[in-house]
């Protein structure tokens, strides 16, 4: 049996976004699956327009998904020479020509073609002159004239392509490049591609291509063209609707399974199954499951899904991934032991990492830096509360466990000794040591902030 060959072919002309990462992710995945091959292609002929900043920033993004590629990454730009030579086929065997045309005549026959209420074509002109290679001469590729493309989409099933609905395409410019048509087919087929798995954006190009491969005599692929994705307002998704680019919910703080958990359902279902580990897709993914219609982007779904890999996520690993972003948006370096003390405060409470790291901001304050909100300290840090959490504090520091239970122990009996509700106290002892009235629960904020500082910062409201 072949070997299951897939690929993923970016233009590294802007970042990797949502769509091509879900495309990207149904390749690895039907590879993974069959254990086939993987393979990236940066498709960066426009050079006026693909960067190495793009190319790093696509396969970072990749990496940081967890789609690695078995090979590449390969670069179109390199491989020029090997698409001239398979022009250079075509144009022996007579399945392609030189054309002599000049941009404006082309024009013009278009012209001609839509005044008469045609498909604005190339007309054939220099199909039959045997013309040879000169300046300014393209290669064109002669479509047959009369007949059908057919092939049966893994996706949409049978889809039928009047021949003359094309014309006879250029596939080599007059500098001398073989253009995108041809570099694809050429590398599909040298690669060994057997599923290509695309945006259906691409579909248009399938009946050339198909085209190119019966003329060079390459076997054909099996083809599937994923529908777009589209905003919640039915349009194609855009930067009005969210972020596009993968790395940018990186930023936000979002985890790499939850985006692939997310990306995978745009397309793809299994029943009603709506989040899948990696684990879990590799064994229930199948091409069956591709969907026929358009998905729309939903930033709530996007947000709970991310919630419950939040939840479900194990400590030390979503810790240093906190301890990331800390170092990155606000460069400070909180020890491993602290942020896994933190994180399952937040398990339920954060939607994403970014928020995660707003919430626990107080932790990772001295008690000087920590900001009070003065509103809150004025209403309730009256001066008679402060004379309770003077003493509280003297309780504290003599406490010979400093854990939740025991701060709780501590708190019943001094409630119990001077009649007051937990709620008088709640609230002063909150804002005392996190600066605002929001918190997880209140003695185990405390325990984790360790006895050091939250005594320190009971000083220092009480110097406020
Ligand atoms: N380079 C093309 C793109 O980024 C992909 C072409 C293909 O999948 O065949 O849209």
Same mark, same amino acid.
């Given at each position: 049996m072949t070997q299951i060959v897939t690929r993923f072919p970016p233009s590294p002309t802007g970042y990797l976004h949502i769509g091509g990462a879900r495309t990207a992710l149904f390749n690895y995945l039907y590879a993974r699956q069959n254990d086939g091959k993987f393979i990236l292609r940066i498709e960066d002929t426009d050079q006026a327009r693909s960067t190495q900043e793009m190319t790093d920033a696509i396969i970072d993004a990749m990496h940081w998904l967890g789609l690695d590629f078995d090979e590449g990454p390969y670069f179109q730009s390199q491989r020029g020479d090997l698409y001239n030579r398979y022009v250079d086929k075509l144009l022996e065997t007579g399945a392609a020509y030189y054309c002599s045309c000049t941009p404006e005549e082309v024009d013009e026959m278009r012209e001609t073609a839509r005044a008469a209420g045609l498909k604005p074509k190339y007309n054939g002109k220099c199909r039959e002159q045997d013309l040879g290679p000169g300046p300014g001469r393209v290669v064109r590729f002669k479509t047959p004239l009369t007949g059908k493309v057919v092939f049966d989409d893994i996706i949409k099933g049978p889809i039928a392509w009047d021949v003359q609905e094309m014309d006879d395409f250029v596939i080599r410019r007059a500098d001398g490049s073989a253009i995108y048509q041809m570099a694809v087919v050429v590398d599909d087929a040298e690669m060994g591609v057997t599923h290509v798995i695309r %945006? &259906? &954006?691409?579909q248009n190009n399938t009946p050339k291509q198909i085209l190119l491969y019966e003329a060079m005599g390459f076997p054909l692929p099996k083809f599937g063209h994923v529908p777009m994705i589209l905003g919640p307002d039915k349009k194609k998704m855009s930067k009005r609707h969210g972020a596009t680019s993968v790395m940018t919910y990186r930023e936000l703080g979002y985890l790499p399974e939850a985006m692939l958990s997310y990306l995978v359902r745009l397309g793809w279902s299994h029943g009603d199954d709506e989040l899948f580990t990696m684990a879990e897709l590799l064994q $229930?993914?199948? !091409?069956? %499951? !591709? %969907? $026929?219609s358009a998905s729309v982007f939903d930033m709530d779904k996007l947000n709970w899904t991310n919630s419950h890999f939040i939840k479900t996520g194990e400590v030390a690993r979503l810790a240093r991934l906190l301890g990331d972003l800390l170092q990155e948006t606000s460069g400070i370096a909180p020890e491993q032991p602290y942020l896994e003390a933190i994180v399952p405060l937040y398990q339920t409470r954060a939607k994403t990492l970014k928020e995660m790291a707003e919430q626990a901001a107080f932790f990772f304050h001295t008690a000087d830096t920590l900001p009070y909100d003065g509103a809150a300290v004025a209403k309730l840090l009256t001066p008679e509360i402060r004379g309770h959490l003077a003493v509280m504090a003297s309780r504290m520091e003599a406490l010979t466990a400093f854990d939740h239970k025991s701060l709780e122990d501590m708190a019943a009996a001094y409630l119990e000794e001077t009649g007051l509700k937990f709620k008088a106290l709640a609230q002063p002892i909150r804002v005392a040591i996190t600066g605002s009235t929001t918190s997880p629960g209140l003695f185990e904020t405390m325990e984790v902030l360790g006895r050091e500082r939250t005594l320190a910062r009971f000083q220092k409201a009480l110097t406020l």
């Open positions: %945006g &259906d &954006d691409h $229930k993914f199948s !091409l069956e %499951g !591709l %969907g $026929k």
